[in-house]
């Protein structure tokens, strides 16, 4: 009963729609159907609205039951107020101030004027009817095959007798991402979402079915059509009677459509007027009496998701690639790739001197360019090209991840630091949600979680400051964490003894005016369903808090394993006991969603292979049974990826760890290959490993509504499980520069004072994180358990390090890490995965003659006298061995001393 109440509660904000079979079917209304024109160009199939011309269908020719636009739908659409391609955005006015007018040819539409199709045009028509009384404007329409390539090209003609300035120009981009009505393997097979490239000339977008099978989709600009900005068109319900709107509803299942924009600084003097730094300069189109421009966009097809940078290329567009990526460390060395047609006639910075871009050795026809980083926070470097065309690739720019691991440490363990034992929810001590705005902890929301250390808005902090410890541990801040865990964790959130033991909580934190009657803020409405209620809040059923906790103990225990004296309250059995109890428990008192995967989940197969380790073989039998079940299950889906929601990015990685883990593979291809169905290899910070999410701001943020975010926790966690398959596949360079995309893109959520954001704001007219910590801590989770330096043979670029810093000498490859970590290192040409428990790694050599590699590790301290290390041979790796250090669980325990330390390991 308590679940089907969750559920249908959680359906108020359109979250989870499926739990509405609850209630009585609701009449279905039957449309007139629509009619069509098909066109076959190159290679899809397209079908034209006969009375709009705007497009119906966009099918590969070689699988005509796929749709790319929601043309199963078009008879529901077929009415004012929806856009579709083909529609054409415009806001303008008279140059010297005049007021913007807005005008959209989806709005009320009118019979349009149907012009002759000759030569490559398939289709031509006058729709300056249908964009409203009192526009000064002359619109035209093609459809024209391009040597093959479906083009959608627009006219515009100043017909009045003054210049007219137009501040936005957008095409609504409208595919098919709408889940509604549809099982998981129904939007898997048919559904698709659009990821941008926001860079001006040689901006595009992808679109990529859900399971990342298939031919991919590229809307790519044709002559001078930039993508200066990614703009949302609000639906009805926010801007009731707008102009620039959309007809149908945002929710958890259609994240809605957007606009390719052209000219955006109309936005800026209304919408975006508060907004941070856009993507490129906001700029304007002026247009004298008589004047016309053409805008236009061509749609090609990439034969997969790897291919579509080859695709570019192809098609004559510029195509950059940044290693490792573009979030860049003060003192990490990057470099970018360009390859386009036209030599780079200049490149600069913005802001300026922020990046420093250095022309180095070419690369197999790529124009290498050695980055540096000064400064901090989001930078722009602006390339431009002979022929004149602009591409402009983002940059974010953070501290050497030493010192970002350092701030949040800090910044949890004392600013978040709630201690107040007269608290009546049995707070003290804990790490509590934090509003940067405000400048406080949050110790009452009225989405009680928030406030209430659990599920994911609440645990978030205390998460992070947890795994801040795993390879940078500091003694103050530990012995904080012990005591969190001994009187809050075990004493409040987490039942200690009894019939329950081990099961956790969903809040410490709930609404109940009787028991509190003088704590809760009258100024706060506390009538929504998220004020939960004691009993509520008390509930053991939701097994997505489980996770959290497991890795409160799981972290301690390998403290307390690896670092002596570092940890005093118990002993590492103590905890890794307490860490197999929570799974237990959550199998036991929340079985049903352990059937879906689990944020963090992945701690979960760490926790039984150190049970095996540590030789507690009944409970590590008891564990793999109960886990095994659960991957047997997974095992019988097509798409395993189910969730409360009706779609989920977060469920992804535990069920790719446990197919891993339980040798089905064809299992785990296919979650890797649906996470590269939604998480891309985009030069901008902001998109790149950004795993698709877009509803969360519901549940964490400060500003709750349905948008697109930036580097939410699941871009670092889907970097775990990429991270993985590329170690098996070494070739697959895509995996690798996704999953380190995701990875440092789960950096960039910290500020400068060690706060760590939920997300990031994406639309226009806010581009600031948010200022609540809410999620954060399942993404520094994937960070921490994910950081590593990676060696890498590039069959294109050469000799690279994501990671480290890379130098080469007599035939000897030298890398030094600056990853958050420097515990954990890949030497991809050797198949060899190096791991300390112990001990970091102050640089490593490798000699691609011999093999051999060489590490050279920290000195010694007083909570690591001894490193602690693990090789282990990947896929068609070579085995490693080393004569240092006396065998120990596995691994190799080595000595440390008041000098770095030299380990070599050979082939075996």
Not at 876 to 885: E, L
């Amino acid at each position: 009963m308590k679940r089907t109440r969750l559920l249908l509660m959680t359906s108020i904000l359109a979250i989870a729609p499926a739990a509405l079979a609850h209630d009585a079917p609701k009449p279905k209304t039957v449309h007139k159907p629509v009619a069509t024109t098909p066109l076959r160009i190159g290679a899809f199939l397209l079908a034209l609205r006969s009375d709009t011309q705007t497009l119906a269908r966009l099918s590969p020719a070689a699988e005509p039951g796929f749709d790319f636009v929601p043309g199963q739908r078009e008879a529901e659409r077929q009415g004012d107020g929806y856009n579709h391609i083909g529609d054409i955005d415009i806001r303008l006015r008279t140059p010297g101030g005049g007021a913007w007018r807005d005008f959209a040819s989806a709005h009320v539409r009118r019979p349009i004027v149907v012009l002759p199709a000759t030569g490559k045009t398939r289709a031509a028509a006058d729709i300056t009817a249908s964009m409203g009384a009192g526009f000064p404007l002359r619109v035209e329409r093609r459809w024209i095959d391009a040597g093959g390539t479906p083009l959608l090209r627009f006219t515009l003609v100043n017909t009045s007798t003054q210049p007219v300035e137009i501040g936005a120009l957008g095409m609504p981009m409208v595919f098919d991402n709408i889940i509604d009505d549809r099982t998981l393997e129904q939007a898997h097979a048919q559904a698709s979402f659009t990821d941008p490239y926001i860079g001006r000339d040689a901006g595009y977008l992808q679109v990529t079915r859900l399971s990342g099978k298939g031919p991919a989709l590229l809307v790519v600009p044709d002559a001078h059509t930039p993508l200066e900005a990614y703009v949302p068109l609000p639906d009805q319900r926010a801007a009731p009677g707008a102009v620039l709107s959309e007809r149908s509803q945002r929710s958890q299942t259609s994240e809605g459509f957007y606009t390719w924009t052209v000219a955006s600084k109309g936005y800026v003097d209304k919408e975006w007027a508060n907004a941070g730094e856009q993507w490129n300069v906001p700029t304007s189109i002026t247009l004298a009496p008589g004047e016309r421009r053409s805008i236009g966009l061509r749609f090609v097809e990439a034969p997969q998701i790897r291919a579509i940078e080859n695709t570019l290329a192809a098609h004559h567009r510029p195509v950059a690639v940044g290693i490792p990526g573009y979030v860049v460390p003060t003192d990490m060395q990057a470099s970018l790739f360009l390859k386009y047609g036209s030599k780079v006639a200049t490149i600069t910075s913005y802001p300026a001197g922020a990046l420093v871009a250095t022309p180095a050795a070419s690369a197999k026809g790529w124009a290498r360019y050695d980055v540096r980083a000064t400064g901090w926070g989001p930078a722009r470097l602006t390339i431009t090209y002979a022929d004149g065309t602009v591409q402009t690739v983002s940059y974010d720019i953070t501290k050497p991840l030493d010192q970002v691991m350092a701030d949040i440490g800090r910044f949890t363990t004392t600013k978040q630091w709630y201690d107040d034992k007269s608290d009546p929810f049995r707070r003290s001590p804990a790490i509590l949600s934090y509003d940067k705005q405000a400048g406080k902890i949050l110790t009452q929301e009225p989405r009680v979680w928030i406030s209430g250390m659990s599920d994911e808005g609440g645990a978030g902090s205390w998460v992070a400051a947890m795994m801040k410890q795993l390879d940078s541990p500091d003694p103050a801040e530990v012995a904080k964490l012990e005591t969190l865990v001994d009187k809050t964790v075990l004493g409040t959130l987490q039942v200690a003894s009894g019939e329950h033991a081990g099961a956790v909580k969903k809040s410490i934190f709930y609404y109940a005016p009787k028991e509190h009657p003088d704590y809760y803020d009258p100024a706060i409405d506390w009538r929504s369903w998220t004020s939960w209620s004691h009993k509520d809040a008390d509930d053991l059923g939701r097994a997505y808090n489980y996770p959290h906790v497991a890795v409160g103990h799981w972290v301690l225990y390998r403290l307390a394993r690896n670092h002596p004296g570092l940890v005093t309250m118990h002993d590492w059995r103590w905890y890794l006991d307490h860490a197999y109890t929570t799974v237990t428990a959550m199998m036991r008192d929340a079985p049903f969603y352990t059937q879906f995967g689990l944020m963090e989940g992945d701690v979960f197969v760490d926790i039984l292979k150190d049970l095996k380790r540590e030789g507690m073989s009944p409970e590590a039998t008891n564990m793999e049974a109960l886990m095994k079940r659960r991957a047997d299950h997974w095992k019988t889906l097509q798409y395993p990826f189910g969730s409360e929601m009706a779609w989920d990015s977060t469920g992804q990685p535990e069920v790719y760890a446990w197919m891993r883990y339980f040798g089905y593979q064809p299992q785990a291809d296919t979650t890797r290959e649906a996470i590269l169905g939604y998480d891309p290899a985009i030069p901008s910070w902001g998109y790149n490993g950004n795993a698709r999410r877009y509803w969360d701001f519901l549940y964490g943020g400060k500003y709750p509504r349905i948008e697109r975010q930036i580097h939410h926790y699941g871009s670092a966690l889907n970097a775990v499980p990429l991270f993985d398959a590329y170690r098996a596949d070494p070739a697959d360079t895509h995996l690798l520069r996704v999953a380190y995309g995701g990875m440092m893109g789960g950096i960039t959520n910290i500020d400068r004072d060690g706060f760590g954001s939920a997300a990031f704001h994406s639309w226009p007219d806010r581009m600031e994180w948010d200022p609540y910590s809410g999620d954060y801590g399942m993404g520094f989770f994937g960070h921490a358990y994910s950081a590593a330096t990676y060696v890498v043979n590039d069959a294109t670029f050469g000799w690279v390090s994501y990671g480290g810093n890379l130098t080469q000498d007599h035939g000897t490859v030298t890398v030094v890490p600056k990853d958050g970590a420097r515990t954990r290192l890949f030497v991809a040409p050797a198949g060899a995965w190096i791991t300390l428990a112990a001990g970091k790694i102050a640089s490593a050599s490798y000699a691609p003659g011999s093999g051999a590699i060489t590490l050279t590790l920290d000195r010694a301290t007083p909570t690591s006298p001894a490193a602690r290390l693990f090789v282990e041979a990947t896929t068609g790796g070579r085995v490693y061995t080393t004569a240092s250090g006396t065998p120990e669980r596995g691994g190799r325990t080595i000595a440390l001393g008041t000098t770095p330390t030299q380990v070599t390991l050979t082939q075996r």
